[in-house]
């Protein structure tokens, strides 16, 4: 029997409440840790030819390669349940960086400049990150969902593709906006934010077959191959 005759007898549907998936959370882990990981990645700045990008650039994309896995392989309803978590864990992790920086140092300990530096958060940035983070995030999986339906679970690859697409579109400038709206010129914004959301947009479409096999995997295991009926795609 083959992998899609299998899955198609496996299909859970509204009425399946039985089902309980086996490996959600560690997606999830997965996801919210990449997330985490490139805010504090991004303090640090570099060059690549021409462009400038913050190093959490090279982490934050794969948290929409897993973002992508958990709406394909596990719904929409749950892919959103896990990004509403990542918000809060963001929140959460901005607001101990905020009380451990106030923290007066213990005596003798040298590094709390240091510290400051790189771990104080100017406001403006982690608002635009925050929401620019929730709904280009929110915009992926919504188009995840949708296409899924209109395609049959086939051709996986335009799905992620184009949710990316949008939903790093979205985040992109959102983020540049609001953090730095005003402040510097909007030209010198929509050039940078084009190139940011270029290279994501690349460096998603280039892990493609890594999202093929973990998506394959998943679904073995899982035993499940999981549409969302279109009256059930909300975003907030």
């Known amino acids: 029997m083959s992998l899609e005759e299998s899955i198609s007898q496996l299909r859970v549907t509204e009425s399946a409440k ?3 998936p086996k490996f959600n959370d560690i997606i ?25 990008f913050t190093a959490g650039i090279l982490v934050f994309p794969i948290s929409y390669i897993f973002g992508d896995v958990l709406t394909e392989v596990y719904g929409f309803r749950r892919a959103r349940r896990i990004i509403y978590a990542g918000f809060a864990a963001n929140i959460f992790m901005a607001v101990v960086l905020w009380i451990a ?14 510290f400051a530096t790189v771990h104080s958060f100017v406001p403006r940035l982690v608002l635009g990150s925050l929401v620019g983070y929730l709904f280009g ?6 188009i995840m969902s949708k296409m899924k339906v209109i395609t049959g679970g086939k051709l996986l690859w335009t799905r992620t593709i184009s949710s990316t697409i949008a939903g790093q579109f979205v985040d992109t400038f959102i983020f540049a906006f609001v953090a730095f709206g005003g402040v510097l010129p909007n030209e010198l ?3 940078s934010g084009l190139w940011g959301w270029a290279f994501k947009v690349i460096y998603e479409a280039a892990a493609t077959p890594m999202t093929y096999g973990i998506v394959n995997w998943l679904k073995r295991r ?12 909300r975003l907030l």
């Open 189 to 191: 914004l929509i050039k």
């Open 28 to 52: 999830a882990v997965i996801f919210v840790a990449a997330l985490i990981v490139s805010n504090i990645a991004a303090q640090k700045l570099f060059d690549l030819g021409p462009a400038t």
């Open 137 to 142: 995030e929110l915009t992926n999986s919504a």
């Open 222 to 233: 899982e035993g499940i191959e999981h549409f969302d009926r279109k009256d059930k795609i």
């Open 101 to 114: 920086v106030k923290l007066p140092p213990a005596q003798g300990w040298p590094f709390q400049q240091a």
């Open 18 to 20: 039985e089902w309980t």
